[in-house]
């Protein structure tokens, strides 16, 4: 368990700190009015925490205070790790982002395109290119989300009992046959769209790497990185520092238990939601990012591999707005392209929030957040633990919030 303490004043790393307890002022209102249980947020810049500060409570029936190790689910927080993972096995000539991935997932060889009919009576053609590497790690291999019902596939995904949520028994590698049968929404690599892409990434690293995914993130991130909390299962010993989960209703939030326990009772490592960890672990996750895949002298990837996983991958270099499907996204779809699993900024007026050109970052479904930020030398975390994530306008507020504060 590892505590986080403000390293530099405010000042000295180029913030106004009069400006900066805006912060907290707006995001306390939240937890004022009853709209959020509790929140933590962390900025670090050149290297040092600027700013650490928590308020309200992680189990608002039991009255536990949000703390500085509080544990957190962070959904697709998870997603960007995953990612990283892969670019593991890239780097030790295992994958090449342009490989099928039937090449290891067999059940994958002949995917088909969903062109009409319902949920029960789909109506499907061959796809004419095969799924690879690179569309699980950019959302554009044509896969749904189940809680997404606004495609026939999404449905077809529910009715199946392929919930993101939980899913009883079966193991990963079921799953990802489950999948495999089921039509995508287009044929890969030519939209984008948010999906079940990084829990089939999951599995072929564990094909790849002959490692159970849990097994390899902790020998090859968790471990090296010291995130010493961050898993997929959450010990015993550890849960009274879990923050509940909530759902957002017009009233506030609701206690959301039987969501927070099929994660427990949940049998394989989901890439794309499955873990929990605390601001100081993860924080760990974006410094190595910020610092090109090193820190505190261990190397996890090469520079040009970790600017590559923030590049802009979506065809055309277009914004997720032009080649997205407007149905859901952690971050907003116009003026951000995406990179392996991880939005980034193309254009800051055409996004309509602050930042700089080239930061990235991505989001839970519980609300949580995150922003590195290379021009600036900047990250920042948020982490609470509200569903939907499109509840609050959190997000917009923590970036215009925060640069609104940086004045050198």
């Known amino acids: 368990m590892t505590n986080l303490e403000v390293e530099i004043e405010p000042a000295a790393a180029g913030f106004d ?4 307890n805006r912060l907290d002022n707006r ?10 249980a509790g929140w933590q947020v962390v900025i670090s810049r050149h290297g040092k925490v600027v700013h650490a500060s928590c308020r309200g409570e992680r189990d608002a029936a039991r009255h536990l205070p949000i703390e500085s190790e509080t544990i957190y689910r962070i959904f697709s927080m998870t997603k960007p790790i995953t990612a990283l993972a892969a670019m593991i ?33 789909p109506t499907t053609v061959a796809a004419t290119e095969p799924i690879r590497v690179r569309h699980l790690l950019n959302h554009t291999a044509g896969f749904a989300y189940g809680f997404l019902r606004a495609h026939p596939v999404a449905m077809m995904y529910r009715n199946a009992g392929l919930d993101e949520f939980g899913a009883g028994s079966n193991t990963l590698a079921q799953m990802s046959e489950q999948w495999a049968a089921m039509p995508l929404v287009f044929e890969p690599g030519t939209e984008w769209q948010y999906s079940i892409a990084s829990d089939v990434l999951g ?3 564990e094909v790849v790497s002959g490692t159970p995914l849990d097994a390899f993130f902790d020998k090859h991130i968790l ?14 010993d550890k849960r009274d520092r879990l923050a509940e989960l909530y759902l957002s209703t017009p009233a506030g939030f609701t206690a959301a238990s039987s969501i927070s326990e099929a994660i427990f009772t949940e049998r394989w490592p989901s890439g794309g939601a499955g873990l929990v960890s605390t601001a100081a672990d993860y ?28 590049a802009n991958h979506l065809p055309g270099n277009q914004d997720l707005a032009s080649v997205g499907r407007l149905l859901f996204a952690e971050f907003p779809m116009a003026g951000m392209g995406f990179g392996l699993s991880m939005a980034t900024m193309l254009d800051v007026a055409a996004a309509g929030m602050a930042g ?4 990235y970052g991505w989001g839970g479904f519980a609300s949580t957040a995150f922003v590195v930020d290379p021009q600036l030398d900047l990250t920042y975390e948020f982490y609470t633990q509200l569903m939907p994530s499109s509840a609050l306008p959190i997000r917009p507020l923590l970036r215009q919030l925060i640069h609104q504060a940086i004045v050198e």
């Open 356 to 359: 700089s050109v080239g930061d």
């Open 283 to 310: 924080r760990r996750f974006t410094q190595l990012l910020l610092r090109d895949g090193e820190l505190d002298g261990v190397r996890l990837l090469a520079p040009a591999t970790a600017r590559l996983m923030h």
């Open 17 to 20: 700190p009069d400006r900066l």
């Open 89 to 121: 096995l890239v780097e030790q000539g295992e994958l090449l982002l342009t490989d099928p991935i039937s090449r290891w997932l067999p059940e994958f060889a002949n995917p088909q395109i969903f062109v009409g009919g319902s949920d029960l009576a």
């Open 203 to 205: 599995r072929l690293i």
């Open 223 to 236: 471990g090296p990185l010291g995130m010493v909390d961050t898993a997929f299962r959450m010990p015993e």
């Open 27 to 36: 995001l306390g209102r939240f937890v004022d009015e009853g709209r959020l």
